[in-house]
């Protein structure tokens, strides 16, 4: 069973949009939540969120966390082709030693011209 | 070179071939991992090394051996696959191990097992 269950899986919108993607999670010893992008290979790192309730903002994206209620938004306003990627959302379980990141399966955001 | 690289980016390989991925991390980070990303499947860890030593090897059969020579780079030699290990393996560093951290990713060796 997943620990990090992503919604939509696919989403299509039109350039000028708003989207919201979510990220719910259920791990042990949460740490922090990790969003990335992924373009054809390799992810990039997007935010990390540890504190609830505090948002995180770069440029047309932002991104806050709930640990009480165990999910995270990540929001593009303005969406043009270039967000069209798939979104990944990751958390840090501390049941190891060091922790282990555990992955959803994405978001496939598509922004039609 | 900057960031995370990855060679080859394409491998095709038969099923008792013996090959290795290579890694090496350019951000001065003491933490390196293998991940394998299937299609439809979550990111799935293979293995971490911290400092050198491998921290985590989450369950990953016999036929991937991973090596770590030195912080700056990560191999991984393979060896009998099975057609089901077809899929992208994706090499990440971070500064240290641990939940502080964020990784940052290479572009992925997309495997093929024939």
């Known amino acids: 069973e997943d620990k990090v269950v992503q919604s939509p899986l696919s989403l299509v919108v039109h350039e000028g949009d708003t989207v919201t993607l979510n990220c719910s999670y259920e791990?042990?010893?949460?740490?922090?939540l990790l969003w990335y992008k992924q373009e054809k290979k390799a992810p990039t790192f997007l935010f990390m969120l540890?504190?609830?309730?505090i948002e995180k903002k770069s440029g047309r994206l932002s991104s806050i966390l709930d640990k009480k209620e165990l999910f995270s938004i990540l929001n593009i306003t303005a969406t043009q082709t270039g967000d069209s990627a798939v979104y990944l959302c990751?958390?840090?379980?501390?049941?190891?030693?060091?922790?282990?990141?555990?992955f959803g399966r994405g978001t496939q955001l598509t922004v039609w011209p | 070179e900057t960031g995370v690289t990855q060679t080859p980016r394409h491998l095709v390989m038969g099923m008792t071939n013996k090959k290795s991925l290579k890694c090496e991390q350019h951000?001065?980070?003491?933490?390196m991992y293998w991940y394998k990303q299937s299609a439809k499947k979550p990111l799935e860890l293979m293995f971490v090394?911290?400092?050198?030593?491998?921290?985590e090897n989450n369950s990953v059969p016999s036929r991937f051996s991973p090596e770590c020579p030195n912080s700056s780079h990560l191999f991984l030699h393979l060896h009998t696959l099975q057609p089901e290990d077809s899929a992208l393996y994706l090499c990440?560093?971070?500064?240290?191990?641990?939940?502080?951290?964020?990784?940052?990713f290479g572009p992925g060796t997309r495997l093929t097992v024939t």
């Open positions: 951000l001065g980070h003491n933490a």
């Open positions: 990440a560093s971070s500064q240290a191990a641990g939940s502080l951290y964020e990784q940052y």
């Open positions: 791990v042990t010893n949460f740490r922090s």
């Open positions: 990751a958390v840090y379980d501390r049941g190891s030693t060091l922790g282990r990141l555990y």
């Open positions: 090394y911290n400092f050198k030593e491998q921290t």
């Open positions: 540890t504190s609830s309730g």
